[in-house]
């Protein structure tokens, strides 16, 4: 059977809807919002397949924060109220239909990309809903990303007009430019102009470090900063090979439960 996988980013969907309340407290309105927000993107997506995958909030910031000390050490904690409802809210989406997998030692983005990539690669149909541009790096023509709130999709038009680069190049752009957001600092002295200057010309961070016809502004700036464009790049990109220890038939959509 043809199979169309949709993964929610739980925690970005969630406190998209939260932060825009005017009672940031009135947590039955954030699972009313959230639970029709979900049904709305269900009735247009359509699924065979879906699962809300959330980030196990008392972990640590993971393994990415082992190479960059300073990845995303300024990230604002979830409020109190909103903590206090997630299980509330999980259960209001398992009566829709949809489970929830919470991920341990990595962070959803990996598990969510795991997921995706290994659907995609068996030439299924796999939809992400976020607002993360970070799973762009992706993107393939059986794997997709949906802004549900910007009514977008995240396509290779989109980022190559957003960072003039191709999909599968985002993590060396990244490691080149930089993500303030999370922390990650890129090569000083190369911005978004430069790295895609340089990606433009170059398929990766490794090809243009060993070039002797790299720019010698570049060639000076990565001469000394290579290692932190490594360890950015690595941040940047996304794992794909987890152990899910789930299968495809755990996550079979058939509708709301029935009492």
Known sequence: MSIHLVIIDAL??????????????????????????????????????????????????????????????????????????????????????????????????????????KVANRNQTVTIISTDKGYCQLLSPRLQIRDYFQHRWLDAPFIEKEFGVQPSQLPDYWGLAGISSSQITGVPGIGPKAAKEILTKYRDIEHAYISEELEAKYKKKLNEHIDTARRCKTVSALKTDIDLGFNLQDIRYQGAKVD
Request: without cysteine; aromatic residues 6%; hydrophobic residues 40%.
């Open 12 to 117: 970005n969907l969630i406190r998209r809807v939260h932060s825009a309340q005017p009672n940031s407290d009135d947590i039955a309105r954030t699972i009313t919002t959230t639970t029709r927000t979900l049904n709305k993107i269900i009735s247009e997506s359509n699924p065979t397949h879906i699962v809300a995958v959330f980030d196990h909030h008392l972990q640590e910031r993971g393994w990415r924060a082992d190479i960059l000390s300073d990845y995303k050490s300024n990230r604002k904690p979830m409020p109190e109220a909103l903590y206090a409802g997630l299980d509330a809210i999980q259960e209001a989406w398992w009566e829709l239909g949809v489970d929830s997998l919470l991920s341990s030692g990595d962070e959803a983005d990996d598990l969510i990309a795991t997921l995706a990539v």
